[in-house]
């Protein structure tokens, strides 16, 4: 009989074998990577013991448009919350007016404020490095705050020109009259909650690192302070557990909180990968480094992801929705199994999620994949979106 997940008084998903979770399907070649994608998750689940999943529909993006005249309707945010564990597609976001971003809008209305991006390479899978093997991390970062506050104003608006003469007579600022103007908000307790999701992780899994990626050399009061309470929540909140980089030593078991500024933190994850486990960044740092190491991996067709609160889990394709190829049963749908595979060991299914991401390397070490990939590869043919589906299926 089927159940829905809740939470238990740690904070963990307590999941019945026959959960309802949420699809969101999404716009664009959003049905397209859906078809491919449940196949597999069925299997999976079926094969390691648990379910059947009992999938349930809900409308966001252009569909919702259609049947609701609301891009992201009431009801779609009720269920999300409802059932705590979702699954989406990619949503258009609206030209011309309306929602700024539909993915930002679910982020915000359910509090959603980490944005969880394993990246690890799967062997056979081309890359641009040279040895893309010694990428193995996983980046929290903070979705509710800094830029994505929102918080700005255009050139020349009376918003805008207040301000300015605000900060101007205030605190004498100089900036240049005209100028746009954006605020960066970023607080303690934004910043430590997700410092602390990301910490918890690293000891939960007895990873041997986490690093602060941070600008605090120039904004030292916003991402400098991110740095700051991220050492003081280590020391405070975890003590025996955690231990700073400047004083660890050779073969120390602790987790080893080290801080990297976020310039260097790019060059880093080029040179020295495997020197780093889970990343916790604020928003703007964790969007750029996010798809600078899905390219290292294959793209963005081959990241997964996910959007976490406390006690809420939306997991999604980290890519857009393609619409030049909606329809055409070509386009990669990695992101949204992987995604699906990293929803099932969040649910505590990790026996399911071990059968889905083996199955996808061995389709990919068949060379059996989509044209992404395949223009990569020399004498590589390329599948449809279907046809990849079927295969990771049969290595189930």
Not at 229 to 255: C, I, N
């Amino acid at each position: 009989m089927s159940g829905i997940i809740t939470v238990g008084p740690e904070g963990q998903f307590i999941v019945p074998e026959s959960p309802i979770i949420p699809i969101i399907v999404g716009d664009g070649i959003g049905p397209d990577i859906w078809r491919a994608t449940r196949p597999i998750l069925d299997g999976a689940a079926a094969k390691s013991g648990h379910g059947p999943i009992e999938w349930l529909e809900v409308a966001a993006g252009q569909k919702a448009m259609d049947e609701t005249g609301e891009y992201l309707p009431q009801t779609t945010l009720d269920a999300l919350r409802k059932y705590r564990v979702s699954l989406k597609g990619p949503l258009g976001t609206p030209v011309g007016g309306g929602i700024r971003s539909l993915n930002v809008a679910i982020r915000k209305e359910l509090d959603l404020y980490a944005c969880i991006r394993p990246v690890k390479y799967i062997p056979g899978t081309p890359s641009p490095v040279r040895q893309p093997e010694k990428i193995n991390m996983v980046i929290f970062r903070e979705n509710t705050e800094d830029v994505y506050a929102g918080l700005e104003w255009p050139a020349g608006s009376p918003e805008a020109d207040e301000l300015i003469s605000f900060v101007s007579q205030k605190f004498g600022a100089c900036i240049r009259p005209g100028s746009s103007v954006g605020l960066k908000p970023m607080s303690e307790f934004g910043s430590k909650r997700l410092i602390r999701m990301a910490m918890k992780w690293a000891l939960d899994k007895k990873l041997p690192n986490l690093t602060l990626v941070h600008k605090g050399n120039i904004m030292k009061f916003t991402e400098g302070f991110f740095r700051a309470w991220g050492y003081e929540l280590a020391a405070d909140e975890f003590g025996p557990q955690t231990v700073p980089e400047s004083e660890a030593d050779a073969g120390d078991k602790r987790l080893i909180i080290k801080d990297r500024i976020a310039d260097n933190m790019f060059m880093q994850t080029l040179l020295r990968p495997d020197e780093y486990s889970v990343l916790a960044m604020p928003n703007l740092n964790g969007d750029y480094l996010s798809d600078a190491l899905a390219a290292q991996i294959g793209g963005l067709g081959m990241a997964p992801g996910a959007n976490v609160g406390d006690g809420l889990a939306v997991f999604e394709a980290t890519h857009g929705t393609a619409p030049k190829y909606a329809g055409c049963d070509m386009v990669n749908p990695c992101s949204l199994i992987l995604s699906g595979a990293f929803m099932l060991e969040f649910m505590g299914w990790n026996d399911a999620a071990k059968l889905v991401y083996q199955a996808v390397a061995k389709t990919i070490a068949s060379k059996i994949v989509t044209y992404d990939l395949a223009r990569q590869m020399d004498g590589v043919a390329p599948v449809a979106t279907s046809a990849f589906g079927a295969a990771v299926v049969e290595r189930l």
